[in-house]
């Protein structure tokens, strides 16, 4: 794999993205440079020691998984621009356990990197985490992007290493937005009654199926696929990518896009991991995790578009609720589910501050495309 300039990369994120790259680009190689060879305060990677490093995730090893897709790039970014000197073990499948466990790897020290933590999976070390579960509050990836990549998102990524001895280094969509399948269609309030739906065990998305006249059912994904095909529950969210990996297609008939969630994957690392680091080091694991959320971003979009096409393929009807639908699910779940968040969160400016940025970041956003 080529190393990219820094204008390569700046023009692969878009100005939307610059925030992702911003402090990223010490070590990306310049017009005229040899990538690798120089590096900071006039050192070079010559000079440096061999080491290894293990990044663990959950997926198998598909191209349809953001979290491989973004461990390979890591991966390969890091080794090309050393020629091996700094080694990236890949451990794939979850063979270092669940995602929680991974993380708690990293906390502990015994593992150096992860890729594709939610927030869900994080909200127990950092319950701050927990704002990514205001229902509707982001009306487009791009909208969560933008505050996760500027000052919003730095603050709480950093408020996140100091609470855990974790940093983020990069972060992506979980496929967008999670939505509703069930094996009947679901296409007014009144069709939520009395439904049995797999969730995870987020209490505050528990709140939301429980706000709809529904009953949340927290069931191992692993389980998930035989619940649906046994008739154990009658639905579940996930977004539109997920469940093509998990084969849902195959064991339920309809899907509800009501994106009421954002889920966010992350990549991160021990701090004391990256802090022993070698400074070269350090730059290039920023850089090559930089790389790698594009990777990832990009995969995602592009299962977004195809997801629900091939979901549609597969005799699977994909509902679009109107904006009415849209307004009753929003008002029946947004207020009691950020009441819970504003009781779990260690201080509930986290939540105030999150819809000022949202709010910037629209403000922004339309600004760009005027531009």
């Given at each position: 794999m080529a190393r990219i300039s820094r204008r390569q990369l700046l023009g692969a994120v878009g100005a939307g993205g610059v925030?992702?790259?911003?402090?990223?680009?010490?070590?990306?190689?310049?017009?005229?440079?040899?990538?690798?060879?120089t590096g900071l305060d006039g050192g070079t990677l010559d000079e440096l020691p061999e080491i290894s490093a293990t990044i663990g995730y959950d997926a198998a090893e598909s191209r349809t998984a953001e979290s491989h897709v973004a461990a390979v790039a890591f991966q390969e970014y890091v080794e090309d621009a050393t020629d091996g000197q700094f080694d990236i073990e890949l451990a794939s499948g979850g063979s270092l356990g669940s995602d929680s466990e991974m993380a708690e790897q990293i906390q502990d020290g015994t593992l150096e990197l992860q890729s594709g933590a939610s927030e869900g999976h994080l909200g127990p070390f950092y319950p701050n985490f927990n704002v990514y579960a205001i229902p509707f509050i982001f009306e487009s990836v791009e909208l969560a992007t933008h505050v996760l990549d500027h000052e919003y998102g730095e603050r709480l990524f950093e408020d996140f290493r100091e609470s855990t001895g974790m940093r983020i280094i990069?972060?992506?969509?979980?496929?967008?937005?999670?939505?509703?399948?069930f094996n009947q269609e679901v296409t007014s309030m009144e069709d939520f009654e009395g439904l049995d739906i797999r969730m995870q065990?987020?209490?505050?998305?528990?709140?939301?199926?429980r706000q709809l006249g529904a009953n949340p059912t927290p069931i191992d994904w692993g389980e998930t696929y035989t619940a649906l095909d046994q008739g154990v529950v009658d639905g579940h969210d996930n977004a539109i990518p997920?469940?093509?990996?998990?084969?849902?297609?195959?064991?339920?008939?309809?899907?509800?896009?009501?994106?009421?969630?954002?889920?966010?994957?992350?990549?991160l690392c021990g701090d004391d991991w990256y802090q022993d680091l070698e400074p070269l080091y350090q730059s290039l694991v920023r850089e090559?995790?930089?790389?790698?959320?594009?990777?990832?971003?990009?995969?995602?979009?592009?299962?977004?578009?195809?997801?629900?096409?091939?979901m549609e393929e597969q005799g699977v009807e994909?509902?679009?609720?109107?904006?009415?639908?849209?307004?009753?699910?929003?008002?029946?779940?947004?207020?009691?589910?950020e009441d819970i968040i504003r009781e779990e969160v260690e201080d509930e400016s986290w939540v105030d501050d999150l819809y000022d940025a949202v709010e910037e970041s629209r403000v922004q956003l339309a600004e760009e495309e005027l531009s």
């Open positions: 925030g992702l790259v911003a402090g990223c680009t010490d070590l990306i190689a310049g017009e005229d440079d040899e990538a690798g060879e990069g972060h992506w969509d979980n496929g967008g937005f999670r939505s509703f399948s065990e987020i209490e505050s998305h528990n709140e939301l199926v997920t469940m093509l990996m998990g084969d849902i297609h195959e064991v339920q008939e309809f899907i509800l896009m009501s994106q009421h969630f954002y889920s966010a994957g992350h990549m090559a995790s930089t790389f790698a959320s594009l990777e990832a971003r990009r995969q995602t979009a592009a299962i977004r578009e195809t997801g629900r096409e091939y994909v509902y679009d609720p109107s904006e009415e639908f849209l307004e009753e699910l929003r008002n029946a779940t947004q207020d009691p589910v």
